[in-house]
């Protein structure tokens, strides 16, 4: 498959830092208050503002790093703005709690359609995986698959129709438990081997399909 080949996703060794405003897992900076369910804390809209972070625990971070709680979001230092500038991505502000800029840029995933997992081969792997496939919520009726490993995903579908015209992107399945929310995403391999040459020791690359 053409996504294996071209395509990778990323799995975070650490994570860093607290989003603001702690009481919403700083789901109000990035969606707003009314763009999430207050149940299950799943974003019912696209990102509209900025990622906010507390100052403590980031004086020395590396060049590439996902926040705490926020396992779809990746920040870069401002060193890699120029390489990545050269791909057609997005590339945000981070803000400190106060509202002053970070020293760090997040480079957004937007969600690419339609679904990514044929439901019922997603389904037959998360039972066999956790016992159970996922849970809709009652106050949002979304949703949400328990998360996978990459290499245990099936594979993606009609990536030659709508990922191949990307660069970055995010599933609009969700994952998680609990509070826990976030999309798969994936990129071009020559981005994440941009990511990765500057912070090895912090994630590692991999396919997300297994096939």
């Known amino acids: 498959m053409k996504l294996l080949e071209e395509y990778v996703t990323m799995r975070m060794r650490n994570n860093r830092g607290w989003p603001v405003p702690e009481s919403s897992w700083g789901l109000d900076s990035l969606y707003g208050e009314a763009g999430w369910c207050k149940s299950c804390g ?8 900025a990622l906010r972070l507390q100052r403590r625990g980031l004086a020395k971070v590396p060049d590439v790093w996902m926040p705490n709680w926020r396992f779809d979001v990746i920040c870069v230092s401002e060193s890699l703005v120029e390489p990545l500038s050269s791909f057609p991505v997005d590339l945000r502000d981070v803000e400190w709690s106060n509202g002053d800029l970070a020293p760090f840029k997040q480079l957004v995933f937007p969600t690419i359609q339609p679904h ?32 996978l490993k990459p290499g245990e995903f099936p594979d993606v579908l ?32 020559e981005i994440g081997e941009l990511l ?6 912090e994630f590692s690359l991999a396919a997300l399909s297994s096939a």
Not at 117 to 131: A, I, S
């Open 196 to 201: 990765y040459r500057n912070s090895p020791r």
């Open 42 to 49: 799943m974003p019912l809209i696209e990102q509209v503002g």
């Open 116 to 147: 990514w997992f044929e439901p019922n081969r997603l389904r037959e792997r998360l039972e066999r995986v956790h016992g159970v496939a996922g849970a809709e919520c009652k106050a949002c009726d979304r949703w949400r698959w328990m998360p």
């Open 158 to 189: 009609g990536m030659d129709g709508w990922m191949g015209r990307h660069f970055v992107g995010a599933s609009p399945e969700w994952f998680g438990d609990g509070w826990v929310c976030f999309r798969e995403f994936a990129m071009l391999r």
